[in-house]
């Protein structure tokens, strides 16, 4: 059974910075792509980053430095730092798990926490 438990989230000033982590269990880490999406009110869900087993990362276009995934294979955790917060990244965000490939696509990922919520103000 795989599950996957978001925390981290909260409400912060712009400009501020969040560290947001990803706690999973079963057997899906290390054996496909780890993912961070994001879903703002009213839009649609859009991928922040991906992660592979060997630690190659992907980020979406719209990532400009502030972002940061990585995961620690120990704790079975994946992590994404965001900084320099702005008000447009109020959203929820999603872990996923389960993607064959390294991608941004949603409907690739199999498993998906429940989301923490980050606003900015």
């Known amino acids: 059974h795989v599950q996957l438990v978001e925390s981290g989230g909260g409400s912060v000033q712009a400009g501020g910075s969040l560290r947001l982590s990803c706690a999973t269990s079963?057997?899906?880490?290390?054996?496909?792509?780890m993912a961070w999406f994001r879903q703002a009110p009213g839009k649609e869900r859009e991928g922040v980053a991906v992660i592979n087993r060997r630690g190659t990362i992907r980020y979406a276009d719209f990532v400009t430095g502030r972002f940061t995934i990585s995961k620690v294979n120990a704790e079975k955790t994946l992590y994404l730092q965001i900084d320099s917060l702005k008000p447009e990244d109020t959203a929820m965000y999603y872990c996923?798990?389960?993607?064959?490939?390294?991608?941004?696509?949603?409907?690739?990922?199999?498993?998906w926490g429940q989301g923490t919520q980050v606003t900015v103000s």
């Open positions: 996923a798990a389960g993607s064959p490939v390294l991608s941004l696509i949603a409907p690739l990922y199999v498993y």
């Open positions: 079963g057997d899906t880490y290390g054996s496909s792509c």
